[in-house]
């Protein structure tokens, strides 16, 4: 079977969500430069990387091209991926007993020309003891994760609630991801048996 689309990220997370909904995809990273612009907002900081991914992946190949961001936002703050375990330990009592959001951009060039959606979903996290927070680190999990945890691992048991998409929180929006797939033409289910 031949894949039906370019994934411009060599996250494992987005490659199996878009295998979820039957899409076979070839994967390439890209390399753009991933420093916010001053004053520039969460929104349109994610969907300004996630549309140059797409842009880069086109270059390419001949498929459509997927390109996707996901940043976690505290305070209108971008919280990046932890650079050490003090960095991710501040992050993670930021976010310990209150609400933050998670913002992931999709955009997709093909056919259609370039086509691009945001999805912005609402994280309540309970009080994390610092004790969580170190033992947490210890596991090995938050160190490459935007805001230092991934809510489809072990951090699942400090999220008491979410209000929105749980595949864009793990990374890519998957009924938006599908719509632009199909206005650009990308089967869906194409390896469902």
């Not at 894949?3 to 070839?26: H, K, M, N, Q, Y």
């Not at 969460?42 to 091209?65: F, I, Q």
């Amino acid at each position: 079977m031949s894949a039906s689309l370019f994934l411009a990220s060599a996250s494992p997370r987005r490659r199996e969500l878009l295998a979820s909904i039957g899409v076979d995809t070839v994967v390439g990273a890209v390399n753009i430069d991933e420093t916010p612009r001053p004053g520039e907002a969460p929104g349109d900081y994610v969907l300004r990387l996630a549309s140059e991914k797409a842009c880069a992946g086109g270059k390419l190949t001949l498929l459509p091209a997927l390109g996707s961001d996901t940043a976690v936002v505290c305070d209108e703050r971008i919280l990046g991926k932890p650079h050490d375990k003090a960095h991710a330990h501040e992050m993670l009592r930021a976010l310990s007993g209150r609400q933050h959001q998670v913002m992931t951009a999709v955009a997709v060039i093909g056919g259609a020309g370039l086509l691009k959606t945001c999805v912005t979903t609402q994280v309540f996290m309970r009080d994390i003891t610092d004790a969580e927070i170190e033992a947490y680190w210890a596991t090995g999990e938050p160190q490459d994760k935007a805001g230092g945890y991934a809510i489809q691992g072990l951090a699942s048991v400090f999220v008491e609630r979410i209000e929105g998409s749980y595949s864009a929180v793990v990374g890519l929006p998957l009924f938006e991801t599908a719509q632009l797939l199909q206005r650009q033409d990308v089967p869906l289910w194409k390896a469902m048996p």
